[in-house]
């Protein structure tokens, strides 16, 4: 362990246990299983002699397995996912397999750009929509909601088919797509955009995190790091989601960046949090009356709602004030229940609304584990969509860790019912609710994984636009019904 490296995290968390994949060779991954105390291990960089239980070895063994396997795959993952997206988009700019075939054989083949406003993510080719919800206008209590799924969903595309929806179809206004460093992994892994909404009577800054896009191997990386960080008064903080946000190595969280250190002259990318911060001062000090929101799918999800931890920790009370609400979807655990209390008293006090989205049997809500082995703990509203897009709020999530053989049938059941509802959904709920044959393709996994199709943003577009108004109306008892009425 790094004497450096421990001084410093002592003074930004109580304890931590920090995962180092890239230090493991063959015999430390075998000797995990074995050895009770985490801290004679060189890939183990904790506070204090951790004497971890054998279900807690176990998860840090898989932990250290998945992201050196990422780490190995990287590459041929990479080409892999940017060869399905160029063959689907191939097939979208030519019309079809038919006419792609046809003008193959014409010598006049339309090859897609991947950085133009009409190329398709992987994520994007389940659901092309562009269009926010006509039905849905601000000033209904739902728009903060629609508005945070769409921006999730257009997050996974590149700058230009961003820009081009923000202004062509929202018409407003794009403030910028930004990619952010992350110290850990050595390279940029997050991407933000930032659109504004505003009107006579508002002025909204949507903040929107990408999520894990599924041939990103750093981004999945990110997610199944159960490194965590403790601090006090806090919680317990999953590591992976701050490194991401822009946890500095050998440094965490300080309230300021100091930029005249050799470490933040040799980034090449900024780090999200701080650029962030900066970037919304900016913006909130032209007009005293705008108000920001945070939003994200998956991944995105985790950094939304640890931005305002961390604002929270810098007793950023300014920005706290102006935010208006975090709207996550399939958004996976992000500390534990101390935290989780945290974070409930901090979004009373300034009046935050905090809305977790879960649809039907997504799994990456159950993930990371909430049992003995793991602390992870959701907290906030949760509003929970059944498979035809009845919500209610819940404590939490039914089936909340996911794997249970008993539910496996049912779950499979499900799956089935949403496969058929992709053909007659158009009839009920109207031509705009249409899915595709890429999509379809897709549900057929969930006969068998029923939670990976689940995690799809089409049924978290469709959930916040079909739910009922009263979701969203906050407690008789909160500060913000008083304001309603």
Same mark, same amino acid.
């Given at each position: 362990?790094?004497?450096?490296?421990?001084?410093?995290?002592?003074?930004?968390?109580?304890?931590?246990?920090?995962?180092? !994949? /890239?230090?493991?060779?063959?015999?430390?991954?075998?000797?995990?299983?074995?050895?009770?105390?985490?801290?004679?291990?060189?890939?183990? *960089?904790?506070?204090?002699?951790?004497?971890?239980?054998?279900?807690?070895?176990?998860?840090?063994?898989?932990?250290?397995?998945?992201?050196?396997?990422?780490?190995?795959?990287?590459?041929?993952?990479?080409?892999?996912?940017?060869?399905?997206?160029?063959?689907?988009?191939?097939?979208?700019?030519?019309?079809?397999?038919?006419?792609?075939?046809?003008?193959? #054989?014409?010598?006049?083949?339309?090859?897609?750009?991947?950085?133009?406003?009409?190329?398709?993510?992987? #994520?994007?080719?389940?659901?092309?929509?562009?269009?926010?919800? !006509?039905?849905?206008?601000?000033?209904?209590? $739902?728009?903060?909601?629609?508005?945070?799924?769409?921006?999730?969903?257009?997050?996974?595309?590149?700058?230009?088919?961003?820009?081009?929806?923000?202004?062509?179809?929202?018409?407003?206004?794009?403030?910028?797509?930004?990619?952010?460093?992350?110290?850990?992994?050595?390279?940029?892994?997050?991407?933000?955009? #930032?659109?504004?909404?505003?009107?006579?009577?508002?002025?909204?800054?949507?903040?929107?995190?990408?999520?894990?896009?599924?041939?990103?191997? *750093?981004?999945?990386?990110?997610?199944?790091?159960?490194?965590?960080?403790?601090? %006090?008064?806090? &919680?317990?903080?999953?590591? &992976?989601?701050?490194?991401?946000?822009?946890?500095?190595?050998?440094?965490?969280?300080?309230?300021?960046?100091?930029?005249?250190?050799?470490?933040?002259?040799?980034?090449?990318?900024?780090?999200? +949090? +701080?650029?962030?911060?900066?970037?919304?001062?900016?913006?909130?000090?032209?007009?005293?009356?705008?108000?920001?929101?945070?939003?994200?799918?998956?991944?995105?999800?985790?950094?939304?709602?640890?931005?305002?931890?961390?604002?929270?920790?810098?007793? @950023?009370?300014?920005?706290?004030?102006?935010? /208006?609400?975090?709207?996550?979807?399939?958004?996976?655990?992000?500390?534990?229940?101390?935290? &989780?209390?945290?974070?409930?008293? @901090?979004?009373? %006090?300034?009046?935050?609304?905090?809305?977790?989205?879960?649809?039907?049997?997504?799994?990456?809500?159950?993930?990371?584990? *909430?049992?003995?082995?793991?602390?992870?703990?959701?907290?906030?509203?949760?509003?929970?969509?059944?498979?035809?897009?009845?919500?209610? #709020?819940?404590?939490?999530?039914?089936?909340?860790?996911?794997?249970?053989?008993?539910?496996?049938?049912?779950?499979?059941?499900?799956?089935?019912? /949403?496969?058929?509802?992709?053909?007659?959904?158009?009839?009920?709920?109207?031509? @705009?609710?249409?899915? &595709?044959?890429?999509? $379809?393709?897709?549900?057929?996994?969930?006969?068998?994984? !029923?939670?990976?199709?689940?995690?799809?943003?089409?049924?978290?577009?469709?959930?916040?636009?079909?739910?009922?108004?009263?979701?969203?109306?906050?407690?008789?008892?909160?500060?913000?019904?008083?304001?309603?009425?």
């Amino acid at each position: 362990m790094a004497m450096e490296n421990m001084e410093c995290n002592k003074d930004f968390s109580a304890s931590y246990m920090l995962l180092k !994949p /890239e230090e493991v060779g063959f015999f430390d991954l075998m000797h995990i299983l074995f050895s009770t105390d985490m801290e004679k291990r060189k890939f183990v *960089d904790s506070s204090s002699s951790t004497e971890e239980s054998f279900g807690r070895r176990w998860i840090i063994f898989l932990s250290i397995v998945a992201q050196k396997t990422l780490q190995f795959v990287s590459k041929p993952l990479d080409k892999v996912g940017s060869a399905i997206e160029m063959g689907l988009n191939l097939l979208s700019s030519n019309g079809n397999l038919f006419k792609l075939i046809y003008n193959s #054989i014409r010598g006049r083949v339309v090859i897609p750009s991947k950085t133009s406003p009409e190329f398709y993510s992987f #994520i994007g080719n389940l659901d092309k929509r562009p269009e926010l919800d !006509p039905n849905i206008k601000h000033g209904d209590v $739902r728009y903060n909601a629609a508005i945070s799924m769409m921006a999730s969903k257009i997050s996974y595309e590149n700058e230009l088919h961003i820009q081009n929806t923000v202004t062509q179809h929202w018409k407003m206004e794009f403030l910028g797509f930004y990619d952010y460093w992350n110290d850990y992994q050595g390279k940029a892994t997050t991407q933000v955009f #930032i659109v504004r909404d505003r009107g006579e009577d508002h002025d909204t800054i949507v903040v929107a995190f990408r999520g894990t896009e599924p041939f990103d191997s *750093d981004a999945w990386s990110s997610d199944v790091d159960i490194s965590w960080y403790e601090i %006090e008064g806090v &919680g317990k903080i999953h590591g &992976g989601f701050m490194k991401a946000l822009g946890l500095q190595k050998s440094l965490g969280f300080p309230p300021k960046l100091d930029e005249n250190s050799e470490l933040h002259l040799a980034r090449p990318k900024p780090l999200a +949090y +701080y650029a962030i911060r900066e970037k919304l001062y900016e913006l909130l000090k032209q007009n005293d009356k705008a108000k920001f929101i945070l939003t994200g799918h998956s991944l995105g999800g985790a950094l939304a709602i640890l931005f305002p931890a961390v604002l929270s920790i810098h007793d @950023e009370k300014w920005l706290l004030q102006r935010l /208006e609400g975090v709207y996550t979807f399939g958004q996976p655990r992000v500390g534990n229940h101390t935290f &989780g209390d945290y974070m409930k008293k @901090e979004m009373v %006090e300034h009046d935050i609304h905090y809305f977790r989205f879960v649809y039907c049997n997504d799994l990456v809500p159950r993930l990371p584990y *909430d049992d003995n082995a793991l602390m992870f703990k959701h907290f906030g509203t949760c509003v929970y969509s059944d498979r035809h897009y009845q919500a209610k #709020i819940v404590e939490e999530e039914p089936n909340k860790n996911y794997f249970s053989p008993l539910k496996a049938i049912p779950m499979m059941g499900n799956a089935f019912g /949403e496969l058929v509802r992709s053909f007659t959904i158009p009839k009920s709920k109207g031509p @705009e609710y249409r899915e &595709g044959g890429f999509l $379809r393709l897709f549900r057929v996994i969930g006969l068998v994984i !029923p939670g990976v199709p689940a995690h799809c943003p089409q049924d978290y577009v469709n959930a916040t636009r079909l739910t009922t108004p009263d979701i969203f109306l906050p407690p008789k008892n909160s500060p913000s019904h008083s304001k309603i009425q």
